[in-house]
């Protein structure tokens, strides 16, 4: 009788464990997008006026320069050191301006920063909050105070932006932050859109944004390829492009519209939602065990170790 | 409790393979000391499109689901009250317990800002989405755990111990320096004694640590599936799917029990004691069982999402793929026929094939799997994968020392199969099988 109790009893646990594993699968397949926050602020960057001047590049080290930090980058090719160099985002510089080059013909520059996710998988996946989104702006921003350098915010990043300082003995996550302590707080812009001499970058409200956006595209038929580039990808970004090439050849994958961080989190949270699993599982365990530590208290016979017939 | 399941290995400690691998230890601190002055960039190769190179993927990852010996026997002896299972649990407790600890050294080696560490313990700064939030809670919690479970066998010895290397040690010291011998004797016997009050009292609430060490790893072993799930963009489709918990999960359980098949015959071979081969038949009856689960889970969900005919194209990640499910699927078969799970050198292949199939898979989902866009490679530096080798040879060191010092192998005498040699002397005629990561 009672090990057919016990039986039965494992059977339920294991359904029951079988549902809360599958329950969040389903229950996150069935999720719907996250709902836009319009009046967050963002950057939209026109890749077909850029002028590849990179006052925004200088700029952005200039304003935001800090204790260890967008500190100038020497290249391979400059070993005496002359220009600030960077081959890409890294943990001295949080904007750069690349070029792609089709054919001498055909060619576009593109400007890579943070893309201020409406919902950022790097603030999901920080363990100590060190990631954060500002609940009126949409700014994500990093403190260096809270980070472990765990480096799961780069794992994360479906854009690989947050940047980490790999030569450095007390190493920071660096991003773009939208000037958040700086430029904005003294200006209300951000620095590389305060600096930019063709109105390339232009910083504002999200719909502000999504608006001129249209209003260049429809002004200019065939100059732009049809998508605004941030619109809808990982569930909508704060920093939008419009160019006049594919984006996946300046490097902007093509991303589904869903937030990677959604899905994650519904499964998460299913499985760990008000803790009642992981408390249900241990009070379960303990009644089995305890029952089971007091029938062999019981019937403790001599050790014979191998009499007892396992049922494996 | 049941310490007459227990006894100590004799034997030198000071073994051939001892300075071998404290060699390698040293080695791995140097690189080590390195790593925090220069920074990370100097010993790896991590980067930013790889920033978790073969410390996560190996060290924590794989190590802790190798490290799952603790809890899937503790699952057999206390929840299906398997006692026959009983002598095992010590030497997995142990390698669980350093599997841990060294998953959570290397951790701190691979943290880029370990001071900050103290906010996991500040509430207000807890991060309640974060997967990686929930697997270092539990990870340290399930460490401190395993550390209490292991309590009993050391407060046993400290109790029972005649303490003849401290002796030995203190006579061998200049008189200069050695303490007087009746202040020596004295302190022994109060640690004696307060060994004598904690077991007691300890034993009463043990059994409520040991579900907690079934519950924690339950948790933070399907978590470490979860951590990738974000990578949803990145992670191949092969591999990411909302399915990787439970795949972790029943991936680790697999492991646990074969990793115990090893590592029982391998410290039968390398202390010269008769094997285990009865406990071990039964652990082995239930992996194909758990694999078969796992492979139906993996292929279910690949169909559901119509990734199949991928896994079948046999290009780079349908290559890894294969393999992951070759190795496992192969130790299975091995191991549905009762005949090879009674024979050691059967049993060892099916699990070498298991550790290997379940460990390709993490490597999978951490590593191989994983393509964070044009541009990015990634393979471990030398002095990144010393650190890892340093680290294996670390808990190696350690439960060569404590089987020795504390009792952690089951008592030969209790198993009628072979005849134990009269004298276990160590030869450790087998450094070369030890050094393997299954080994651990």
């Known amino acids: 009788m009672k090990p057919l109790s016990r039986r039965n009893f494992l059977k339920t646990a294991g359904s029951c464990a079988g549902l809360l594993t599958v329950a969040p699968v389903t229950c996150a397949l069935a999720s719907g997008g996250t709902d836009v926050n ?21 700029a952005c080290k200039r304003t935001n320069n800090d204790h260890g930090n967008l500190e100038p980058e020497t290249a391979k090719f400059d070993p005496d050191g002359i220009w600030d160099a960077p081959e890409d985002l890294s943990g001295n510089t949080r904007t750069v301006i690349k070029l792609y080059k089709e054919s001498p013909a055909s060619w576009s520059y593109v400007k890579y920063s943070c893309m201020h996710c409406q919902k950022p998988s790097c603030v999901s996946a920080c363990p100590v909050g060190a990631l954060s989104k500002d609940k009126q702006t949409g700014i ?58 063709v109105k390339a970058i232009v910083f504002g409200k999200r719909k502000d944004l999504l608006t001129e956006a249209r209003r260049r595209m429809k002004d200019h ?61 241990y009070s379960a365990l303990c009644f089995v065990a305890l029952r089971n530590a007091r029938k062999q208290e019981s019937h403790q016979a001599p050790h014979d170790g191998g009499s007892r017939k396992g049922k494996t | 409790m049941h310490h007459n399941d227990f006894q100590k290995q004799e034997g030198r400690l000071f073994t051939k393979s001892f300075f071998v691998l404290l060699a390698l230890v040293l080695i791995g601190a140097v690189l080590i000391g390195l790593r925090f002055t220069k920074g990370l960039g100097a010993v790896s190769n991590m980067s930013d499109g790889f920033p978790w190179g073969i ?33 095992l649990i010590r030497s997995c407790v142990l390698t669980s317990m350093f599997g841990y600890a060294l998953a959570g050294l290397s951790v701190m080696v691979d943290l880029g800002r370990p001071w900050n560490v103290y906010n996991f313990f500040i509430p207000s700064r807890w991060q309640l989405n974060s997967v990686m939030f929930e697997v270092a809670m ?35 010291l200049h008189p200069a320096l050695a303490p007087d011998q009746e202040k020596l004797s004295g302190l022994i016997d109060k640690v004696r004694r307060t060994a004598g009050v904690i077991r007691p009292w300890l034993d009463k609430v043990l059994i409520f640590f040991i579900v907690l060490g079934i519950t924690l790893p339950t948790m933070h072993q399907s978590s470490l599936g979860s951590l990738l799930l974000i990578a949803a963009t990145k992670l191949n489709p092969l591999w990411h799917t909302g ?53 139906g889970i993996v292929f279910g969900d690949l169909a559901f999402r119509h990734q199949l005919s991928a896994a079948f194209r046999l290009d780079f990640y349908s ?6 499910v070759l190795l496992v699927l192969a130790g299975s078969v091995l191991l549905f026929r009762a005949r090879n799970r009674t024979s050691p050198r059967w049993l060892f292949v099916s699990a070498v094939l298991i550790v290997l199939g379940g460990a390709l898979y993490r490597f999978n989902v951490y590593l191989i799997g994983f393509d964070p866009g044009s541009g990015w490679r990634y393979f471990p530096s030398l002095a990144e994968l010393m650190i890892t080798v340093s680290i294996v040879a670390f808990e190696i060191l350690g439960y060569q020392i404590l089987v020795k010092l504390v009792p952690v192998l089951p008592r030969i005498h209790m198993h009628g199969h072979g005849k134990p040699h009269g004298t276990h002397h160590i030869e450790n005629k087998a450094p070369a099988t030890k050094g393997l990561p299954d080994g651990i």
Request: charge should be neutral; glycine fraction near 8%; hydrophobic fraction near 45%.
């Open chain 1, 140 to 197: 994500v921003s990093y403190d260096k105070t809270l980070c472990i350098g765990c480096r799961y915010c780069q794992i994360a990043c479906p854009f690989n932006i947050p940047k980490f300082q790999w030569d450095r003995t007390m190493p920071q996550i660096v991003k773009c932050n939208f000037c958040k302590d700086t430029c904005l707080k003294e200006k209300g812009i951000t620095a590389c859109a305060d600096v930019c001499p």
């Open chain 2, 55 to 87: 410390w996560l993927a190996y060290d924590v990852a794989t190590g802790t689901a190798i490290a799952c010996g603790g809890y899937t026997v503790a699952i057999l002896v206390y929840i299906r009250h398997n006692m026959h299972y009983h002598p």
């Open chain 1, 38 to 58: 319009n009046d967050e602020l963002g950057m939209l960057y026109d890749a077909t006026r850029c002028v590849g001047c990179k006052a925004c590049m200088a």
């Open chain 2, 319 to 324: 290559g890894f793929f294969l393999a992951q």
């Open chain 2, 138 to 172: 539990c990870v340290m919690t399930y460490t401190l755990v395993l550390i209490i479970e292991f309590l009993p066998g050391i407060l046993y010895s400290l109790e029972t111990s005649e303490w003849r290397r401290l002796r030995a040690f203190a006579n061998w």
């Open chain 1, 221 to 281: 038929p065939g100059r732009y390829v049809d998508t605004v580039y941030g619109e809808h990808e990982v569930g909508g970004v704060n920093h939008l492009y419009l160019a006049g090439v594919p984006f996946t050849k300046l490097g902007l994958a093509d991303l589904p519209a869903d937030a990677p961080a959604v899905f994650s989190e519904k499964i998460h949270h299913t499985i760990y939602k008000g803790f009642i699993a992981p408390i249900a599982l």
């Open chain 2, 243 to 295: 399915f990787l918990p439970l795949l972790f999960l029943v991936n680790c359980i697999y492991i646990g029990y074969s990793v115990v098949i090893l590592e029982s015959l391998i410290s039968s071979y390398a202390f010269k004691r008769p094997y285990e081969v009865k406990e071990l038949a039964g652990l082995a009856g239930i992996i194909p069982w758990l694999t078969v689960i796992w492979l």
